[in-house]
């Protein structure tokens, strides 16, 4: 199935925006590179300007937008496992929080889950309301045990036109390991391998 038509289907889109960082170090030797990934799509916000106490219109869709962004983010990874993922949005100034809330429940999160190869752990995630351009700070985790501290990062993402007041701009993030130069101790991907 070809999701993002899913998306579209259920959502005026206007929209979908994608960003890749591929860092080799970060001060110390050069090692493998890191890359972070992260998508996202702009959607008109339904609920705008009023306050509506249903949001199940936003919510039971959401699935697809999941699944579309998942396969979309893994897919910027050229290949390598998704080791740690995360989920936000940002709802334009007509909107609430609680809108962008709505669209990354685990209706969404299941389906993002199963995107990007698995994952055991709760998805990270921020939420706020701002104007156009404004940044979000996408929180990234190890995907199959939240307390592997070498997983704990972000991704900055936004889109310089958007959301406009009366959209929501849902995003995902995902990378392929650890922080770069990594050493501030705790557990451990092998501790969690071990542990299976």
Known sequence: MDYSVEVERHYAVRGWYSLVHEIRHDG????DTLIKAAVGVIIRNPFAGKFVADLGDLT???LAIGYALGERAA???????????GK????GTSGEQEHVVACITTAFGNPLREAVGGGEAWISSASKVAA??????????HKDELYIRSHYDAVTFSVPDGPRPDELLICVAVATGPRVH??????????LNAAV
């Not at 110390?28 to 090692?31: A, C, D, F, V």
């Not at 156009?132 to 985790?141: E, N, Q, S, V």
């Not at 990594?182 to 501790?191: E, I, L, P, S, Y």
Request: hydrophobic share 40%.
């Open 182 to 191: 990594q050493r501030v101790g705790g557990k451990t991907v092998a501790d």
């Open 132 to 141: 156009a351009g404004t940044a979000i700070d996408i929180p990234l985790a």
């Open 60 to 62: 039971r869709p959401s």
């Open 88 to 91: 936000g949005g940002i709802a």
């Open 75 to 85: 897919a910027l990874l050229r290949g390598r496992a998704v080791e740690s993922y």
């Open 28 to 31: 110390g030797t050069p090692g």
